[in-house]
């Protein structure tokens, strides 16, 4: 053991200094320079002493060295009280630069508080949306917040995406409380909305049948004998003559109740209308419904006659139409 530490002696000295007495030494002492050599050159690897630091450690007496070790752990205790008096109000994250101090060089962690002294002046705003997630957290938008603190999704997303959710919740929230949504079944209703849309085109195709049927039954009938100054007689004789007919204002004025139970319906102008239908006859015409198409092109008080000989009135056109045209020829 004595020839082994003898043949070590000289290396000893140069790692030990004054701790090495060779049989005499400190084996507990020895083994903690030891770990603190073994630190030292780790950290002298990762870079955390620099060659400054070794020149400030030669150059200084020990009890400065003391005197300097002490402030920057004092500083060191006073920087983690400032961050985490920060933590309260601005919620670092546990990988955030100023939550692993130890891990950080000193030029990037200057550099990260000059950033937060130039970003004082958004300390308000954050302050904001810190007391704004902290409510959303506590409604239907807490999936969108995890979202939002993930970077998943943009910012002019936000409120189309919460609208989303909003909707989507009202929905469920209504469809378990009304039982009949929550029986619906979608395809089930656009069956039923396509049946009756077909039932509804055949009854129409159907109408038309029976409307002219109805109509050909209360046709009056021309072949039998009628007082020649009944409506039935005067229509008769105007059918017989060649020549020499009774104007259509006063035709209408007289056989308007035959004619217009031949036929019901009639298409005319409204200058048509004040030319050939009477006002003040005593069997002057008188109609269900006077529908006006492209109603756009009438203008009011050319229409007000054809209304004034009807109980309803069907008035189509829109906005995109032309408006009634005069046109001059020479």
């Not at 400190?26 to 083994?31: C, I």
């Not at 009280?81 to 030029?107: A, C, G, R, W």
């Not at 039932?199 to 159907?206: G, N, Y």
């Not at 009938?221 to 008769?236: C, D, F, I, M, Q």
Request: glycine residues 4%; hydrophobic residues 35%.
């Amino acid at each position: 053991m004595r020839r082994n530490i003898r043949e070590h002696d000289e290396l000893a000295k140069s790692l030990f200094g004054s701790h090495w007495r060779r049989e005499e030494s400190d084996s507990e002492n020895l083994k903690d320079i030891s770990e603190w050599i073994l630190k030292f050159r780790k950290a002298l690897e990762e870079g955390s002493i620099t060659e400054k630091i070794l020149i400030i450690l030669d150059s200084a007496e020990q009890h400065q060295i003391k005197d300097i070790t002490r402030q920057i752990h004092q500083d060191y205790d006073q920087i983690l009280q400032f961050i985490n008096q920060l933590d309260k109000f601005l919620h670092f994250k546990d990988d955030s630069v100023y939550m692993n101090l130890t891990k950080s060089p000193i030029e990037y962690l200057i550099s990260q508080i000059s950033l937060l002294k130039d970003g004082l002046s958004s300390l308000q705003n954050w302050s904001r949306f810190s007391s704004s997630r902290t409510e959303c957290l506590e409604t239907i938008g807490a999936n969108l917040v995890e979202l939002v603190d993930k970077d998943q999704i943009k910012s002019e997303n936000i409120i189309p995406c919460l609208e989303g959710n909003f909707a989507d919740s009202m929905l469920r929230k209504l469809f378990l409380r009304e039982h009949s949504l929550f029986r619906f079944v979608g395809d089930v209703h656009e069956k039923k909305i396509n049946e009756f849309r077909e039932l509804d085109s055949k009854i129409i195709k159907l109408n038309r049948f029976r409307i002219a049927e109805e109509l050909y039954e209360n046709r009056p009938s021309l072949s039998g004998t009628a007082s020649p100054r009944s409506e039935l007689g005067v229509l008769k004789s105007e059918f017989s003559r060649k020549r020499g007919h009774m104007p259509i204002r006063k035709l209408l004025s007289i056989c308007g109740g035959i004619i217009q139970t031949i036929k019901p319906c009639f298409m005319m102008s409204p200058l048509s209308i004040a030319q050939y239908l009477d006002p003040y006859s005593v069997k002057n015409l008188r109609f269900d419904y006077v529908i006006f198409d492209e109603a756009s092109q009438v203008k009011p008080e050319d229409a007000l006659g054809a209304l004034l000989r009807a109980r309803c009135a069907v008035i189509m056109g829109d906005t995109r139409q032309l408006p009634p045209q005069h046109f001059l020829t020479s």
